[in-house]
């Protein structure tokens, strides 16, 4: 259940006068714009802003985005970004070219997502897809990703090549619905695998033959880092960001 604003600051002044508390990481604007004063007035020694995308979607998010960035350069001790795109979106050009802007890329145990042979064979043959070539992608049903874009690719590809398969891996929330009714629209629903969220990520990479990734913007995605972990068997096709 969601707290109220001043029950919110109540329980954020309790917490920042516990001892321990020596750091606070925020990774969203709307996050910091939240606590970042209440942090300030009790003083915890650092306030991190991390920085992970390049862009919002939405007129209303920019211009709340754009009001609020001026609080960070306020009260972040440190600000940090997972590439130079993320650092420049979040922080401007002037702190990031001054060296105020600390960048810690994004990293992967590459192990647990690189190829596996008996992964691709066993949910190849589970799912029927033996004789055909899929085409996949993890994410979240969100803006960003851009799945609006696949299904138009897909259904392109579609017409060309009949013995093809999408697989859209991720939690069946947020825009999910939508995207399952283009399918129907389109014609897709038999060719469209919604795979739902998923624990053993590596199982479906293996059995991708192409990893789709045509996002609207992105910071350094992980999922597309996982998918290059596969890089010597799955073809990865992406929008110029």
């Not at 939240?34 to 802003?49: L, R, Y």
């Not at 609080?71 to 970004?81: E, F, G, L, N, Q």
């Not at 998923?198 to 991708?208: C, D, G, K, T």
Request: aromatic letters at 10%.
């Amino acid at each position: 259940m969601g707290k109220t604003a001043r029950e919110k600051s109540t329980w954020l002044f309790f917490v920042f006068r516990l001892p321990a508390i020596t750091d606070i990481c925020y990774n969203s604007i709307k996050e910091f714009r939240q606590n970042e004063s209440v942090a300030h007035t009790m003083k915890v020694p650092k306030i991190i802003a991390h920085s992970h995308s390049s862009s919002c979607p939405g007129l209303i998010r920019k211009i709340m985005d754009n009001w609020n960035r001026p609080k960070i350069a306020k009260y972040a001790t440190d600000r940090i970004a997972c590439g130079e795109m993320a650092g420049r979106w979040l922080f401007g050009d002037k702190a990031f070219q001054s060296g105020q802007v600390t960048l810690i890329n994004n990293a992967i145990q590459a192990e647990k997502f690189s190829f596996s042979e008996k992964d691709r064979d066993s949910l190849r043959k589970e799912l029927g897809w033996e004789n055909k070539t899929v085409i996949g992608h993890v994410g979240r049903f969100d803006i960003p990703k851009n799945h609006d874009r696949m299904l138009d690719i897909f259904q392109q590809i579609v017409s060309e090549k009949k013995d093809v398969m999408l697989c859209l891996v991720g939690p069946k929330e947020g825009l999910y619905k939508e995207i399952k009714e283009k399918t129907v629209q389109k014609g897709l629903e038999d060719k469209v695998y919604f795979a739902g969220k998923q624990e053993n990520i590596r199982r479906y990479l293996s059995a991708m033959d192409v990893f789709l990734f045509p996002s609207v913007f992105e910071g350094v995605p992980f999922a597309l880092i996982e998918a290059q972990s596969c890089l010597s068997f799955l073809h990865c096709l992406l929008n110029q960001l």
